[in-house]
C-alpha cells in the first residue's frame, strides 16, 4: 500500500498543481473582477453567468475526451505503442470535431440567459464575455487531450510550466484589459474574457512546444488510421456518458447560480465568490481523481487484479484525509476568505454563510471525483452517469428548492444556504452510490478497452 501512495501522489500532486493553476486563472479574473472601483458587484454576477454557460458547454467536451483516459493509461500498462499514438491522434481529432458544435450553442448566449430568467442588467455583459471565450474552445479542449497523455505517461513537467507561464500571463492581460492599462480602455468583465481565451491558446501551443520531443513519435506517426469512422464513435459511445456525467454535476451548481438569480444579483455575486473558493479546493482531489484513473487504468492493462484494488483503496482514503482539511479551513475562516474577492458589505455577508456549508461538503465531494476517477478507469461511464444524474437532479436540486423557495424559505425572495444544503446532500448521494459501485466492479479483473 505504501508503493502504491508514493506512486499516486507522484502523478497526483503534480497533476493537482496544473489544476490549481488552471483554477488560479478563473480565481484571479474573479478577484481582479470583483475589485473594479465601479460596478464590481454586476461584473461579478457577469463573469458568474458567463463563466457557468462557457464552461458547462465545454466541460461536456471535456468529459467526452476523458475516455482517452483509459483507453491510453490502458495502452501504456499493455506497452502498446501503436494503441497510444492512435488515441493521442484521435482525441486531437475529436477535439477539433466537438468544438465547433458546442461553440455553435453558444452563440445565442443572450438567449439562453433570457430563458433562464436572469437579471436584465447583467445580460449584456455576461452574453460578451460568453462571445470573447468562444475562439477559445477548439485550443482548450485539445489542450484537454494533452493533458490526459501527459498524465498516462508519467511525464507532467511541461503541463505545470505552461500552467505556471499561462497564469503569468493571463495576470498580465487582466491587469491591461480589465482596467484599462498601456492605451486600452478599461473593458471590465469583457476583458477578463479576452485574456482567458489569448491565455487558453498560449497554454496549447506552448504544451506542444515544450513537450515536442516526447510528442513527436505519436503526432508525426501516419495519421490515416486514426480518421477511421468506427474508431472514433467508439470512443465516442464511451466518453459521451462521461460527458453527460460531468455535465450533471456542473450543471448542478451551475443551477444554484440561475436560482440565485431569482433571488438577485447580490445573492448571485456571493454565490460566484463561494463556488470559487469550492472550486479551488475541488482541484487537488481532481488531480487525485485523475491521477488514480490512470493507475487503476494501468493495472486493468497489465491484468494485475491486485494492483487495481489497492490504487482504488488507497485513493479513496487518501482523498478523505485531505479533503478534512480544506472542510476545516472553510468552517474556521469563511470572512477572511470571501474578503479575498469583495469588499462589497451585501456580498460579504451572503458569502461568509455560504462558504461554512461549503465546508460541510468538502469530504464527500472529494470521495464522489476520485470514485468516479477509478471507475473511468476500469472503462465503467454508463452507470456513474446515471448515479450522478439520479444524486443531483433527483435527489439534491429537490432538497435545495425546497429550503430555498418552498416553506421553508426564509424572506419573501428565499433563502440563499438552502441551494448550498441541497448541493451538500447531492454530493453525498454521489459519493456513497459510486463507492459501492466500486466495490461492485472490483471483484474481478476487468477487460482491457481495445
Known sequence: MRTELAALFRLGLPVALANFGYMAMGLLDTAMVGH????ADEALAAVGLG???F???HHFG???LLALDPLISQAVGARDEAGIRRNIQRGLILALALSIPLAALLVPAWFWMELLDQPASVIPTARDYVWWSLPSMAVFLGMNVLRTTFQALHHLRPLILVVLLANILNAFLNWVFIYGHLGFPPMGARGSAMASTIGRAFQFVAALVIAWPMLRPYLRGSWRLSFALRPLLRILRLGLP???QVSFELLAFASALIFMGWIGKTAQAGHQVTIQLAAFAFMLPLGLSQAASVRVGCAVG????AALVSAARVALLSTSLLMLGWAALFLLLPGPLASLFT????VLAIATTLIPIAGAFQLVDGLQVVAAGCLRGMADTLWPMFLYMVGFWFVGAPVGLWLAFGESGRGPDGWPNGLWWGLAVGLTFASTVLILRIRSMVRTLTPRVE
Do not use: S, T
Open 51 to 53: 463563466n457557468v454557460l
Open 343 to 346: 469588499q462589497d458589505p451585501a
Open 62 to 64: 471535456m468529459g467526452v
Open 302 to 305: 497489465k491484468r494485475d487484479h
Open 242 to 244: 462521461i460527458g453527460f
Open 55 to 57: 464552461m458547462g458547454v
Open 36 to 39: 473594479m472601483e465601479q460596478g
